[in-house]
C-alpha cells in the first residue's frame, strides 16, 4: 500500500506506516535509500529465529558521486558495518532507523513508537535507541545493505550540526533528558574548555569564518583526511551553541532551514 499523507512529521509518518502495516514483519527504510541484493530475504532469515526483544539494523553505505567522494568515503566509514558488529549488540549511538527491521507484535501499539515531540533532524534515532534499550530491547546486525543517495556537499551537510547545536541539542535534553546526557554532542554541550571558547566577544562570527576556511580547504584539495570532516562537524556545532542566545525563540528559523532534510 501507498499512504497519502498531508501531515509532513517524520516520527508521525513512520508511526502511521507501522500501524497501518499487515504483515508479520516491519522494516523501515528512507525515501533516498534503495535496497541491496537480497536485502528482504536476509531479512526473513532473520525474523524467522528472531525474538520479540531483538531489532535489526542493516548496513548503510553512499551512493558514490565523485565531486564529494571524500565526504562520502568518511561517511561511508562512520555508519554501522555487519563486519564490525557481527556477533556483538550495536551500541545505541550507532543505530540508525533509516535500515531497521522487527517483529511487529514487539509492540502492541506504534503510535509512539517514534517520539513525535521531534519535529525536525536531532537525535530522533538516538533517542528512539536509547527508550527501546532501557525496557530491554538489544539491537543486532541483519546482512541487509541499502545504498543511500545523499547528494549533499560538504558544506551544506554542516548545516544539520550548526542546527543540532542552536536548537536540536537543546530539544533533546527537553524531550528526554537522560538520553541526552549520554549523547557526545550534550557532553561537547557542557564541556569547560568549550564553554570557556564560546564566551569569547564574537565568537560567532569567528567560528563562521573557521568554518569557511575549512570548506574551501575541503573544496580544494582531493585528499581523504577524516579529522578535517570531524573538525568542520565540531566546529559548526558549536557555532550554533555559540547562536543559541540568540535564535532560541526563532523557531520558525530552525524549521525553515532543516525542512530540506525531508522534504
Same mark, same amino acid.
Given at each position: 500500500?501507498?499512504?497519502?499523507?498531508?501531515?509532513?512529521?517524520?516520527? &508521525? #509518518?513512520?508511526?502511521?506506516?507501522?500501524?497501518? $502495516? #499487515?504483515?508479520?514483519?516491519?522494516?523501515?527504510?528512507?525515501?533516498?535509500?534503495?535496497? $541491496?541484493?537480497?536485502?528482504?530475504? +536476509?531479512?526473513?532469515?532473520?525474523?524467522?529465529?528472531?525474538?520479540?526483544?531483538? !531489532?535489526?539494523?542493516?548496513?548503510? #553505505?553512499?551512493?558514490?558521486?565523485?565531486?564529494?567522494?571524500?565526504?562520502?568515503?568518511?561517511?561511508?566509514?562512520?555508519?554501522?558495518?555487519?563486519?564490525?558488529?557481527?556477533?556483538?549488540?550495536?551500541?545505541?549511538?550507532? !543505530?540508525?532507523?533509516?535500515?531497521? /527491521?522487527?517483529? *511487529?507484535?514487539?509492540?502492541?501499539? @506504534?503510535?509512539?513508537?517514534?517520539?513525535? *515531540?521531534?519535529? @525536525?533532524?536531532?537525535? %530522533?534515532?538516538?533517542?528512539?535507541?536509547?527508550?527501546?534499550?532501557?525496557?530491554?530491547?538489544?539491537?543486532?546486525?541483519?546482512?541487509? *545493505? !541499502? &545504498?543511500?543517495?545523499?547528494?549533499? +556537499?560538504?558544506?551544506?551537510?554542516?548545516?544539520?550540526?550548526?542546527y543540532l547545536g542552536c536548537f536540536g541539542i537543546n530539544e533533546f535534553v527537553k524531550i +528526554?533528558?537522560?538520553?541526552?546526557?549520554?549523547?557526545?554532542?550534550?557532553?561537547?554541550?557542557?564541556?569547560?574548555?568549550?564553554?570557556?571558547i564560546l564566551n569569547i566577544p564574537f565568537i560567532f562570527y569567528m567560528l563562521d569564518i573557521?568554518?569557511?576556511?575549512?570548506?574551501?580547504?575541503?573544496?580544494? !584539495?582531493?585528499?581523504?583526511?577524516?579529522?578535517?570532516?570531524?573538525?568542520?562537524?565540531?566546529?559548526?556545532?558549536?557555532? /550554533?551553541?555559540?547562536r543559541f542566545e540568540y535564535e532560541k525563540n526563532n523557531l520558525s528559523t530552525y524549521k525553515?532551514?532543516?525542512?530540506?532534510? &525531508? %522534504?
Amino acid at each position: 500500500k501507498h499512504l497519502i499523507m498531508k501531515k509532513n512529521h517524520q516520527a &508521525y #509518518k513512520r508511526n502511521f506506516g507501522a500501524k497501518k $502495516a #499487515k504483515g508479520k514483519f516491519i522494516i523501515f527504510l528512507d525515501d533516498d535509500c534503495f535496497p $541491496a541484493k537480497n536485502f528482504l530475504n +536476509n531479512y526473513y532469515k532473520k525474523f524467522l529465529h528472531n525474538k520479540k526483544k531483538t !531489532i535489526y539494523c542493516g548496513d548503510v #553505505k553512499y551512493k558514490y558521486k565523485k565531486s564529494i567522494k571524500n565526504l562520502i568515503k568518511f561517511r561511508d566509514q562512520t555508519t554501522i558495518k555487519s563486519s564490525i558488529y557481527k556477533n556483538i549488540n550495536i551500541p545505541i549511538k550507532n !543505530i540508525v532507523t533509516m535500515n531497521m /527491521g522487527l517483529k *511487529k507484535d514487539s509492540f502492541k501499539d @506504534y503510535k509512539n513508537f517514534f517520539n513525535l *515531540k521531534f519535529n @525536525y533532524y536531532g537525535f %530522533e534515532d538516538f533517542e528512539l535507541a536509547y527508550r527501546l534499550n532501557k525496557k530491554g530491547f538489544k539491537f543486532q546486525m541483519v546482512n541487509s *545493505k !541499502i &545504498y543511500h543517495k545523499d547528494f549533499r +556537499n560538504f558544506r551544506v551537510f554542516l548545516e544539520k550540526f550548526f542546527y543540532l547545536g542552536c536548537f536540536g541539542i537543546n530539544e533533546f535534553v527537553k524531550i +528526554n533528558s537522560y538520553a541526552a546526557n549520554e549523547s557526545i554532542f550534550y557532553k561537547i554541550s557542557k564541556n569547560y574548555l568549550v564553554k570557556l571558547i564560546l564566551n569569547i566577544p564574537f565568537i560567532f562570527y569567528m567560528l563562521d569564518i573557521v568554518q569557511k576556511m575549512i570548506v574551501l580547504f575541503e573544496s580544494k !584539495i582531493d585528499v581523504f583526511l577524516p579529522k578535517l570532516y570531524k573538525f568542520g562537524m565540531l566546529i559548526s556545532f558549536m557555532k /550554533g551553541l555559540s547562536r543559541f542566545e540568540y535564535e532560541k525563540n526563532n523557531l520558525s528559523t530552525y524549521k525553515k532551514n532543516l525542512k530540506k532534510w &525531508y %522534504e
